[in-house]
């Protein structure tokens, strides 16, 4: 578009959580049930070493830790197929009221309805992306969970999901189901049944029988899925031949799938690649509640605020030498995003947001640019590498529209939202929400890998500045 409406709105669609892309089936894994909510890390078994785990401990209304979780929001991936190509309707946000930890141990993920009927809700995602048995050993991912505690016409809509996709997925969105996935907990309109999934190959048809993937599912062991913690666990193991998968819940397996039964090319697509990151996440409504209930949903009779709780994530991997959780993603398995700080950079491509949109770009190449850039306004993106030769200069590109007297500064921050900037510049009208400049501005010599944040600053609360791309320059 090359202008607006005299009166430019914003809907501010927080940020959305990343959804998994394409699978319209289950996910589960379930090991131990009973005991506590808020019990920590199991002890790590006899012949096992824990490769990395979150046990949820933090003061209540907090997010979960940085270091190890990225949170997506909105109804998309940017350039990723529309309502995370599940036909999901929710919008995943940052919000404490969607997602944060209840001081007791546990992460809570809460759908909630607004007065005006919108639905929100959260979805994270590992910052690590390396998850993958060594060859001769057997990867363990296993999460403690609550399901939403609703049945019945007010569960309808309901689709919390614990999963793992091949981290090819990351900033492609296009490859699905061919990098893999993992469902290893799913659960749809508050059944007592926890289902176990596997995607690959082509979509539709294909070796895994797309969009429906291989799959299995059973009621949860004991108590119901949605009364009740219970334990979910998916096993990768590649010391026997053929390599195996299985799903268990509170220690029972109820699904597995062996290399056996996919042909050479589909095996390889799907574990031949760096490995898999781990998703949370309570979708409303979509293509599997809506083919479960024969109806779309949610429907008027679905209530709101009832949370997937979840005690503790972990993965262990059998044999090898002891490797503690890191705090931050190891060498080889960047953070998301692994990108050259001079080249440029799509701003559309960041890895979470607050308060913007996208719009198509008039701009040359095409393609999206961030819109709707206001007052508090932020965006971020992860692993941009610059070097060891310092980068002294930070050039994007802007277009504004904003009327007269309205302007604000585009700032540049290192590895939190609370550094102080290391750079800005000034945006003011530019003739257009489409007429586009090349701003340049002086920043503080920096090298290294550096989480960046671009903060928006104004002194009004209209919006002020459009961005498309940005780089560094020594």
Known sequence: MT????????????????????????IIALTLGGGPAGASVPATPSGWNLVWSDDFNGSAGTPPSSANWIIDTGHAYPGGPGNWG????????????????????????????????EWTSARIETRRTDFKPAAGAVLRIE????????TGDAALGYWPAFWALGSPYRGNYQNWPAIGEFDIMENVNGINSVWGVLHCGTNPGGACAETNG????????????????????????????????????????????????LDATTWNNMTGHGGYFLLLNVAMGGAFPNGVSGRSTPTSAT????????????????????????STPPPSSPPPGGVDARSTIQAERYQAQSGTQLETTTDSG?????????????????????????????????????????SGLIQVRLDSLTAAPIGDFAVGNTGGWQSW?????????????????????SGQPADFANLNWFTFTS
Do not use: K
């Open 214 to 261: 291989i799959g299995a599912s059973r009621a949860c062991p004991g108590s119901t899925c949605q009364s009740a913690m219970h334990t979910y666990r998916f096993e990768w193991d590649r010391s026997v031949t053929p390599n195996q998968l299985r799903w268990y819940v509170d220690g029972q397996q109820f699904h597995s799938v062996s290399q056996s039964q």
């Open 86 to 117: 599940t036909g999901e309707i929710q919008n995943y946000t940052a919000n404490a009221s969607n997602v944060s930890l209840d001081g007791g141990g546990n992460l809570r993920i809460t759908p909630v309805r607004s007065g005006s009927g």
């Open 366 to 406: 095409g393609g999206q640019n961030v819109s709707y850039i206001a007052n508090g306004d932020w965006l971020r993106f992860d692993g941009v590498n610059f070097g060891s030769t310092a980068a002294r200069q930070f050039v994007a590109r802007v277009a504004s529209g904003a009327p007269g007297g309205v």
């Open 143 to 150: 999460g403690r969970i609550q399901m939403p505690d609703v």
């Open 303 to 326: 209530v709101s605020g009832r949370p997937m709780v979840v005690d503790y994530v972990a993965v262990w991997q059998s044999g090898g030498t002891t490797t503690p959780p890191p």
């Open 3 to 26: 202008t607006d409406p005299p009166a430019r709105r914003r809907s501010r669609l927080r940020a959305v959580l990343a959804a998994a892309g394409a699978a319209v089936l289950p």
């Open 437 to 457: 400049r090349t701003v340049p501005a002086n920043i503080s010599g920096v090298t290294g890998t550096h989480t960046v944040y671009l903060t928006f600053a």
